[in-house]
């Protein structure tokens, strides 16, 4: 009995949902724009993590290190910083190495050249640091004002790049947060449009809605077809907005890996195609169902 009941109400979505026509378009087409602009926010959020990437590999901090440091005090504060979880690489530029990458940058420059060769060699050995994430260097540059080091550190040039490295950190924070809060916002703009959509393809079954009422059908068996109905309108919307992202991620990735090398918007697509699909899925069936029960209780006070 509960099975024949479960067919007929399915069967009667169904129908609604073919019966209400262009309605039925309005309200997939409604659902369809809510799910490509989350779907989109969630997209937008991984270029602009690409981006954050990209400009954090190219802040490090450079320790300098005494003139007379020795190979084997070197060596130690290399293996420490290696060590360390928040350290992402650890490289080594001798003097002479930094002497001679100097020289070739200013070989035009004959006077620097004549005061190079007055001074001898002026520049510092230096360790080059970079962090798995830019809100580590100034644990790691604690870690490196220890009394152990002191020895054999003359200056660490973290105070220059702290204002770079705090200003991306709290714009990748920002763009966390904002990214958030206009999901929450994209939702709720999403559910009340549904509904509305929804509550003026109900208004066609009004008559039907409290005939059935009246003549005992329970709350359930009532709601049941608007239900599967309004599920429907979210499932359609989810196949519609995967279908069509494809064809605009072909378009869009060659030109956004132009600016943001290493960055490949179609292939982060693809190879997360199951889980978006089901967010897509989920998010219409929970736009589309939720918005047709809440529109229902309406019609179901008689």
């Not at 981006?51 to 003139?67: C, E, F, H, P, R």
């Not at 916002?185 to 009246?214: D, H, P, Q, W």
């Not at 897509?280 to 529109?295: D, H, K, N, R, Y």
Request: hydrophobic share 50%.
């Amino acid at each position: 009995m509960h099975s024949l009941t479960l067919f007929r109400i399915i069967k009667s979505g169904w129908h609604n949902f073919r019966r209400n026509g262009w309605l039925s378009l309005a309200t997939v087409s409604i659902i369809f724009l809510a799910i490509f602009t989350m779907t989109s926010l969630i997209l937008t959020n991984v270029i602009i993590g690409d981006v954050l990437a990209n400009l954090q590999n190219k802040v490090d901090v450079s320790v300098y290190l005494k003139q007379e440091t020795g190979q084997a005090d070197i060596a130690n504060i290399q293996a420490d910083l290696a060590s360390l979880k928040e350290v992402k690489s650890v490289g080594f530029v001798s003097s002479a190495e930094a002497l001679a990458t100097f020289k070739e940058k200013h070989k035009d420059n004959q006077a620097l050249m004549d005061s190079l060769k007055e001074l001898g060699n002026p520049l510092l050995p230096t360790i080059n640091i970079e962090a798995q994430n830019a809100s580590q260097y100034e644990g790691i540059i604690n870690f490196l004002e220890q009394g152990k080091y002191n020895k054999i550190i003359d200056k660490i040039n973290y105070q220059q790049n702290k204002s770079l490295i705090d200003r991306l950190f709290s714009f990748s924070n920002s763009i966390k947060r904002g990214g958030l809060i206009l999901g929450i916002i994209l939702s709720i703009i999403a559910i009340l449009v549904t509904f509305n959509t929804v509550r003026l393809a109900m208004y066609n079954f009004r008559e039907e809605i409290g005939v059935k009422r009246l003549v005992g059908a329970s709350d359930w068996y009532i709601r049941g077809p608007f239900l599967v109905e309004g599920m429907l309108y979210g499932a359609i919307a989810a196949v519609v907005t995967l279908i069509i992202f494809f064809p605009v991620l072909l378009f869009l990735s060659p030109k956004l890996a132009n600016f943001v090398p290493g960055s490949n918007i179609l292939e982060w697509f693809t190879s997360h195609l199951f889980s978006i699909f089901l967010f897509q899925l989920v998010m219409g069936i929970i736009l589309g169902g939720v918005s047709s029960l809440v529109a229902i209780r309406k019609y179901l006070r008689v």
